[in-house]
Structures are given as C-alpha cells and as structure tokens.
C-alpha cells in the first residue's frame, strides 16, 4: 500500500463547476499538508498548505485536512478553463531529523468552457 | 526576481554518457533536492542536501550524483549506469529541510 493514494482521473468537469480533489494517506506521522498545481511539462507550483487539521481557504481554493480519517481534500469554487492541470497532494511528519515529503501520483483535472 | 531555474529545459543523453543537469536558485535556502518524475508514479527523491557540502541519497539514487559546493548551485549528474533514464527531472529548494518547497520548471532527459 502506498503512503499517499489519490486518484489519477482524469476528472473532467465544466466551467463553473466546485471540484473537489482528493488524498488519503496511512502514516499518522503526516503534520504538514500541501497542494501543488501542476501544468503539463512545468514544474509544480505551491497552491496551498496547512499544519494539522482543519480548513484553510485562499480566494477560489479551499484546504481541508480530517488527521482523524487521514483524509485531505481541496476544493476549487468557479472552476476555470485555465485550473486544467494535474493536482498534487504532498505530506511531511514533523518529527525530528530528516523527514521526507511524500507525493500523491497527481490527480488531471479538466475544465471545460 | 527570485527563484529556481533549472537548465537545459530538455536534454539528450547518448548510451554510455554521462549527463548533468543544472539547478540554480537565488532564495537563499539551505536546502535542495532533486526529483525524478515518471508517468503513473508521482515524484521520487533521488538525492537531498541540507547544508554546503553535505548531501544524502533519497530514494532511488543509484546511477546518479550530486555536489553541492555553493549554496546556490545543486547539479545533478545522470551517469551512464542509470539504466533508464528518461524522466522529467525537478530540482527543488527549501529554507530548511522541513519548510515548504518550491520548484524549479524542470529538465526532460531523453536517451537517444
């Protein structure tokens, strides 16, 4: 079983429409939640991120993480032609010395006009 | 403006070359990484570096090296015995080994 799963899609939704992606993950040890967006043939880009449970919200991008169901979301409101993209979750532990951040394999999201 | 440039955007790699990849930034972070990207599996730590001269492999190191000789500059270098190397590789930095980190816009290798 991988550490981070989440599903490949691709997801194919209108202009408009609230998507919401998904990861779940099995290591407790997770503290620190990220979401990267990535375009084809770039490099990822920081979307958002947040520290232990809760929800944190940026303009259209809401960051939800449930620890107790090991289970982080990020929903996208209005979504736009220009969101297509593939859509990374990534996780770090907080424990002391190295800890490595682990990667969901990416989730392709289509918007349509 | 302050960021990680990687070059060459895509490089070429003949059987039995060595190749290196170029990864620069200017934000002053300790540390850098670089990752490998395949198709279906997501991002692979290949090697890290927390501080100057210092750095350890990841998780799929065997057939590449690293230096890290200035803080700014974290070349990789695909050596022949890297069996499959085509991959997009992403080199990435952070202020320290547990903050956030940021990308550079990647280098597609392709063996010829």
């Known amino acids: 079983q991988k550490e981070v799963e989440q599903d490949p899609g691709p997801l194919s939704v209108p202009e408009g429409a609230i998507v919401s992606l998904n990861c779940t993950y099995s290591n407790s040890a997770f503290q620190y939640f990220m979401w990267y967006r990535q375009y084809s043939r770039k490099g990822p880009e920081l979307l958002m991120y947040t520290y232990s449970s809760g929800n944190k919200e940026d303009g259209r991008f809401t960051a939800q993480v449930d620890k107790s169901s090991k289970y982080i979301s990020l929903f996208i409101r209005d979504s736009q032609p220009s969101d297509s993209a593939t859509y990374l979750c990534a996780m770090i532990g907080m424990n002391t010395g190295f800890q490595k951040l682990v990667f969901g394999t990416g989730t392709r999201l289509l918007v349509s006009p | 403006d302050g960021g990680i440039t990687q070059s060459p955007k895509y490089l070429f790699r003949k059987e039995g070359q060595n190749v290196t990849l170029s990864c620069e930034q200017n934000?002053?972070?300790?540390?850098m990484y670089w990752y490998r990207q395949d198709p279906g599996q997501g991002l692979r730590l290949i090697y890290y570096?927390?501080?100057?001269?210092?750095?350890q492999k990841g998780d799929i190191a065997e057939g590449y090296s690293v230096s890290r000789e200035k803080k700014e500059s974290f070349p990789l270098t695909v050596t022949s015995a890297q069996k499959n190397p085509t991959a997009f590789y992403l080199c990435?930095?952070?202020?320290?080994?547990?903050?956030?980190?940021?990308f550079g816009p990647g280098t597609r290798l392709l063996v010829l």
């Open positions: 990435a930095s952070s202020i320290t080994e547990q903050e956030t980190q940021y």
């Open positions: 570096s927390q501080i100057v001269n210092d750095f």
């Open positions: 934000l002053n972070h300790d540390a």
